[in-house]
């Protein structure tokens, strides 16, 4: 009897308990997020080392077009930059996550990225309430109506640099000499910086500074991250000085004084009223540097890869430089309308950055739990939008794999697929500035030479964006008449 009484005990708690831990089970499984499709790779590294490798190997794509094959087209989970992060896919995605800015997710950098771009009482501070943004402001001096202002110093700064690197000389390496370029015009529009002596001074550890960028965060001599912290505090060191030079001729109101944007960031507000301190200038400037160094170099030099290749597409830029060299003169400038007769030229130009983009993307952070194409995103996780999730699609570009600038003629790639220059909030303000650049030193280069590759399977790899492997050297051959 005793044993048919324990017997029906245990029955009885067994049958109340199975409900009850049911539920608990159930609460707990419906509780966990339904995370996007993917896989965080390995601990601490996750696909870091993948990624790495596609981009060393020259194809970046098929870091996230294979993934976006496995998983999910519209997003997958992945661990890059010791982050969760969800890739976010498709036009459909770029637009959710431009449109989202500052309401789902702000912008994210890495914390090695922050330590070698901030001065450090900017990074303590930044840190602390994590909130690092690098200059997203539009300054005035960046809108086209003011750009014009600077259109023929861009071109005579392109033409005297030619002339100085290029004319006497049978073969050059493309790249190594349009980041000279850019980085020399930055500075004089910037900070109003003309001595050359100063500017190499100034490049040396800046190519330091660019070269350990998305290093290892390993702070020990002799590693490319220690090298990178010793040339941003030298470059800090420097500006600092020019700063405080600056802020005493305004403060004294002397008619000497650049108004050029590091005049203007001196006397700009933040968003609560207060002037920018003077360290905070310096990092912002830096960032500029670095927005600017790589990006439209890589757009100058593969732009020269392509007409190099396509005798046809060369034909016709030709003749829209030559009719705008000659409407100029040989002693004139270009001028704002004549960037604006460059169509074809910049068609060429963003066909070039479908195909090899200057960036392949940026970083967000969630600031809430959201919901996007049925799968939770965590707050605190990473987000990353990639080109490459549209600008080689099929869907949006046929035979994705062409070279054919007619694909930006009329009405142009749909909304959200062309997108070299990000979108939303944190377009990139200097795009208009970049095409300005960029066409002034195209012009430059087509209405002087002829040139063929060096090296017709030179290898490209991303780091993290495109570098030639030998610096795209191309043999020379003047035109016969420059002014037709």
């Not at 199975?18 to 696909?47: A, D, H, M, Q």
């Not at 050059?172 to 850019?182: H, L, N, R």
């Not at 994705?400 to 694909?407: I, M």
Request: with cysteine; charged share 20%.
């Amino acid at each position: 009897m005793d044993l048919f009484f324990s017997s029906l005990l245990h029955l009885i708690l067994f049958s109340v308990s199975l409900p009850i831990l049911f539920l608990i089970i159930y609460s707990r499984k419906s509780s966990n997020p339904k995370l996007p499709p993917g896989t965080l790779g390995r601990p601490v590294i996750g696909e870091t080392m993948e990624f790495a490798l596609a981009c060393q190997r020259g194809n970046p794509t098929k870091f996230v077009r294979d993934r976006m094959n496995k998983y999910s087209p519209q997003v997958f989970k992945t661990s890059l930059l010791e982050a969760n992060m969800a890739v976010i896919c498709g036009a459909s995605g770029n637009k959710f996550l431009f449109s989202n800015e500052d309401k789902l997710v702000v912008s994210w950098w890495q914390c090695s990225m922050k330590k070698i771009l901030c001065f450090p009482s900017v990074l303590n501070e930044t840190l602390a309430r994590d909130n690092f943004k690098p200059p997203t402001f539009l300054p005035q001096f960046l809108k086209p109506e003011a750009l014009q202002h600077y259109i023929a110093v861009m071109d005579s700064m392109a033409g005297d640099h030619i002339e100085i690197y290029w004319s006497p000389h049978g073969e050059v390496k493309v790249f190594p000499m349009a980041k000279k370029y850019s980085f020399a015009l930055a500075l004089q529009l910037f900070m109003s910086i003309a001595d050359p002596r100063y500017v190499e001074m100034i490049y040396h550890p800046f190519k330091i500074l660019t070269q350990g960028f998305l290093s290892v965060p390993i702070d020990i001599p002799g590693t490319a991250f220690n090298r990178a912290l010793k040339a941003s505090k030298f470059i800090h060191g420097e500006f600092l000085k020019i700063i405080r030079k600056r802020k005493m001729e305004l403060e004294e109101k002397k008619e000497s004084a650049p108004r050029d944007l590091l005049s203007h960031m001196l006397s700009a507000l933040d968003e609560n009223g207060d002037v920018k301190s003077e360290m905070e200038i310096s990092t912002q400037v830096i960032c500029l540097l670095f927005a600017t160094h790589h990006t439209t170099s890589s757009v100058i030099t593969f732009i020269l890869k392509y007409l190099a290749e396509f005798p046809d597409v060369y034909s016709k830029v030709l003749k829209e430089q030559m009719e705008i060299a000659k409407s100029k003169g040989p002693e004139g400038f270009l001028k704002w309308d004549d960037i604006q007769k460059m169509k074809y030229t910049w068609n060429v130009a963003n066909e070039t950055m479908r195909l090899i983009p200057p960036v392949q993307g940026t970083f967000r952070e969630a600031i809430t739990d959201f919901t996007y194409a049925g799968f939770t995103i965590p707050k605190g996780w990473k987000m990353h939008w990639n080109v490459n999730t549209t600008h080689r699609d099929p869907k949006y570009f046929p035979n994705p794999d062409k070279f054919d600038p007619s694909r930006f003629e009329g009405k142009g790639p749909q909304p959200f697929t062309f997108v070299p220059f990000g979108g939303g909030p944190r377009m990139c303000p200097g795009r208009e500035y970049a095409r300005a650049q960029v066409l002034a030193y195209i012009h430059n280069v087509v209405t002087r030479f002829k040139w063929e590759k060096v090296d017709p399977s030179e290898k490209v790899a991303y780091n993290p964006s495109p570098i030639p492997s030998k610096g795209f050297p191309i043999h020379l051959r003047p035109l016969e008449n420059e002014f037709i």
